[in-house]
C-alpha cells in the first residue's frame, strides 16, 4: 500500500483510537465503566474531556487532523485525474472535507478548558468538524457511486461499494439523531440514544477513511 492510502487509513484509525483509548483510560481512574456505542453512557465529548485521557486525546488530534486533510488532498487530485469535467464540485468537497479537519483540530485544542470564548470554540468546532467532513463524504459518496462501474474500467468497484455502504450507515446515524426527539418521549432514554448514536456515527465517520484508503489503494494499482 503506498503512502497516500496509509495516510488515508491513518485518517481512520486515528480519532477511532484517541477517542476510544482515552475513555479506557478513564474508565480506569473513576469514569464510568460502559460500552457507549450500545448503552450510550455518555457523550464522546464527557469521555474524553477530562481526566489522563483527554492528554492521550489531545496528543493524537492534530496526527489525526493531518492525516483526514492529507486525504482529502490526494481524493482532490484522483478526482482531478479521473473526473476533470466536475471539477467544481470536486474541488468543493475536497475544500470542505480539509476545512472539516481543521475544526477537529480547534474543538480537541479548547477541550477540557473553562470560560464561554472556549465552550464556544469547542461546541462550534465539534459541529463544523463532524458537518463538513460528513457533508465532504456525502458528497464524495454521490461523485463515485454512479461511475463505479466505469472509473478505471471498473476496477474501483468493489472499493467504492465498500466506502459507499459505510457512508449510508453514518447518514443513517446522522437522520437518527436528527429525529430522535420525535420519537422518543422519555428524556433519559432519549440522552442515552442520543449518547450511542453521536458514538456510532463517529465511527462510521471514521470507518469512511478506512474505506477511502481501500479506493486509493485500488486506484494506484490501476494505474
Known amino acids: ?15 477511532v ?12 481512574h473513576g469514569f464510568e465503566a460502559c460500552f457507549p456505542y450500545w448503552e450510550g453512557c455518555m457523550s464522546v465529548s464527557r469521555g474524553v474531556r477530562s481526566g489522563p485521557g ?29 473526473l476533470p469535467q466536475r471539477a467544481r464540485r470536486n474541488r468543493l468537497l475536497t ?16 477541550l477540557g478548558t473553562e470560560g464561554e470564548v472556549y465552550r464556544w470554540l469547542r461546541r462550534y468546532g465539534v459541529v ?5 467532513t460528513g457533508l465532504a463524504q456525502l458528497l464524495l459518496a454521490a461523485e463515485l457511486w454512479p461511475r463505479r462501474h466505469t472509473l478505471l474500467a471498473g476496477r474501483l468497484q468493489g472499493p467504492i461499494q465498500a466506502f459507499g455502504v459505510i457512508v449510508l450507515l453514518e447518514w443513517v446515524f446522522g437522520v437518527g439523531s436528527a429525529f430522535k426527539r420525535k420519537l422518543i418521549d422519555d428524556p433519559n432514554f432519549l440522552d442515552r440514544v442520543e449518547n450511542a448514536l453521536e458514538w456510532n456515527f463517529a465511527l462510521a465517520m471514521s470507518l469512511v ?15
Not at 483510537?17 to 480506569?28: K, V
Not at 463544523?128 to 463538513?132: A, D, M, V, W
Not at 477513511?209 to 494505474?223: E, P
Open 209 to 223: 477513511f478506512v474505506t477511502l484508503a481501500g479506493v486509493l489503494r485500488a486506484a494506484d494499482r490501476a494505474r
Open 95 to 110: 475544500r470542505l472535507g480539509i476545512i472539516g479537519a481543521a475544526f477537529f483540530v480547534v474543538y480537541a485544542l479548547w
Open 128 to 132: 463544523f468538524y463532524f458537518g463538513l
Open 1 to 15: 500500500m503506498k503512502r497516500d492510502a496509509w495516510v488515508t487509513l491513518l485518517a481512520g484509525l486515528v480519532p
Open 54 to 82: 483527554l492528554w492521550l486525546f489531545k496528543a493524537l488530534a492534530p496526527l489525526a487532523a493531518a492525516c483526514m486533510a492529507w486525504a482529502w488532498w490526494v481524493t482532490g487530485r484522483l478526482l482531478q485525474s479521473e
Open 17 to 28: 483510537l484517541a477517542a476510544n483509548g482515552a475513555l479506557l483510560i478513564n474508565s480506569h
